[in-house]
């Protein structure tokens, strides 16, 4: 394992960010969080491998294998936050410190959304900050980890 890398995971239609429902999910693209995210982990000296999937298997493939080389975890599941316990048992196996993010607030929307699998693994959870959720993340994590 490597005390210096972060995993950031973004879930299912997340590669369709600026273009999906701008109203609730915002105009920033998802190359362009994964920028600000690498470029904000690199001032506290992380590097950060970015994964993006549709595919709830291949999430889970990624969550596993930073068990190897990651010393922490950001992951946007998405619409798997509602649905995926084998990602809820996957970051749980892999014991690693991990945040959940949301870019809008899932407590003010369809009620179906209001449960997360992955919030009782989390140790924190930023709901409803748009971009700006995945840089506190990076924050909360180089605090948490060790310099």
Do not use: W
């Not at 000296?45 to 068990?67: K, L, P, T, W």
């Not at 892999?94 to 899932?106: A, G, K, M, R």
């Amino acid at each position: 394992m490597t005390d210096r890398r972060l995993l950031l995971v973004n879930g299912p239609n997340l590669n369709l960010l600026g273009t999906r429902q701008p109203e609730i999910y915002g105009a920033t693209t998802l190359p362009e969080i994964e920028q600000a995210v690498s470029t904000l982990a690199a001032e506290f000296g992380f590097e950060v491998r970015a994964v993006q999937s549709n595919h709830e298997g291949a999430i889970v493939d990624a969550v596993q294998a930073a068990r190897a080389d990651c010393a922490g975890i950001i992951i946007n599941p998405a619409a798997y936050s509602h649905t995926s316990v084998a990602i809820a048992d996957a970051l749980s196996a892999v014991e690693l410190p991990v945040v959940e993010v949301h870019l809008s607030n899932i407590h003010r929307r369809e009620a179906f959304r209001h449960h997360s699998y992955v919030s009782a693994v989390a140790e924190t959870v930023i709901a409803g900050a748009g971009p700006a959720g995945y840089e506190y993340a990076v924050r909360y994590l180089a605090s948490r980890l060790p310099k």
